[in-house]
């Protein structure tokens, strides 16, 4: 099992930057591939990125593409998502997953799950 909670969130004007944080805890982090979603008000929660176990392979959903990058640390238990040129379209609770399962753009397939932080993005 493992406990995520989720950092980062915040205000920003159209065309900046965030940089959210997913910390892991409990059973070894490495052993998970993890995942970002996000939830705007009245609508179902959508896949942003993915990545491997190692990192090494990652998927984004194409209205994020080119403009977030997910990555993690293994030896710091965490998971990142760099968010630039955002758009008040990227407004949404953004949540972090892991599954020790194969990798996958399904939330319903991903078994834990972090909090959730707010990004707000203004006009």
């Known amino acids: 099992q493992v406990q995520l909670v989720e950092s980062g969130g915040g205000l920003v004007q159209t065309g900046g930057s965030l940089r959210l944080s997913c910390a892991g805890s409990?059973?070894?982090?490495?052993?998970?591939?993890m995942g970002w979603f996000r939830q705007a008000p009245g609508e179902e929660r959508e896949f942003v990125a993915a990545?491997?176990?190692?990192?090494?392979?990652?998927r984004y959903a194409d209205s994020v593409k080119d403009r977030f990058t997910i990555s993690r640390d293994n030896a710091k238990n965490t998971l990142y998502l760099q968010m630039n040129s955002l758009k008040p379209e990227d407004t949404a609770v953004y949540y972090c997953?892991?599954?020790?399962?194969?990798?996958?753009?399904?939330?319903?397939?991903?078994?834990?799950w972090g909090q959730g932080t707010q990004v707000t993005v203004s006009s």
């Open positions: 409990g059973r070894a982090f490495s052993t998970y591939n």
């Open positions: 990545c491997s176990r190692s990192g090494a392979r990652t």
């Open positions: 997953a892991a599954r020790p399962g194969a990798w996958s753009t399904r939330s319903g397939v991903y078994d834990y």
